[in-house]
């Protein structure tokens, strides 16, 4: 993918969103492409994580327990794995659709957060709506 494209594709995503052109564009320069078949487990629960997946196309499903919620574009999947060494992944995450996107390494994750506060601000509010959404969905029914 060139580069405006990538941008584009980044841009989009709304965690990114707001990131100024120079943090996107280090962003860029670091994130993978990937693709995954309806059908493919993205992430296993109980393994470690090493990275963040961000979908630009196609539908994924996080399941905890009885549990689910559903992923789309823009949507990020494994981001805690970003940010703690030892963690490994509560739920598993499995394409329901053909998927794209891109996927950022935690190595180089926080390469970029050590230089751009942005992309750490940006990221901390991911992981606040992500906590909330975890938590309701654990909550409901009780």
Excluded: W, Y
């Excluded at 390494?105 to 970029?112: A, G, H, I």
């Amino acid at each position: 993918m060139n580069d405006p494209d990538r941008l584009r594709q980044l841009r989009a995503i709304p965690m990114l969103a707001g990131l100024p052109d120079d943090a996107l564009a280090r962003l860029a320069e670091r994130a993978s492409d990937f693709e995954a078949p309806a059908g493919r487990v993205l992430v296993q629960a109980n393994e470690p994580g090493s990275g963040v997946f961000i979908l630009a196309s196609g539908l994924a499903v996080v399941e905890l327990g009885t549990k689910s919620i559903e992923c789309g574009p823009g949507d990020c999947i494994g981001e805690l794995a970003l940010i703690l060494d030892d963690v490994v992944h509560t739920a598993r995450v499995r394409a329901t659709t053909d998927v794209r996107g891109i996927a950022i390494s935690r190595k180089d994750f926080t390469e970029l957060l050590e230089t751009d506060a942005h992309i750490a601000g940006a990221l901390l509010r991911v992981l606040a709506r992500r906590l909330i959404a975890a938590d309701s969905m654990l909550t409901v029914g009780k």
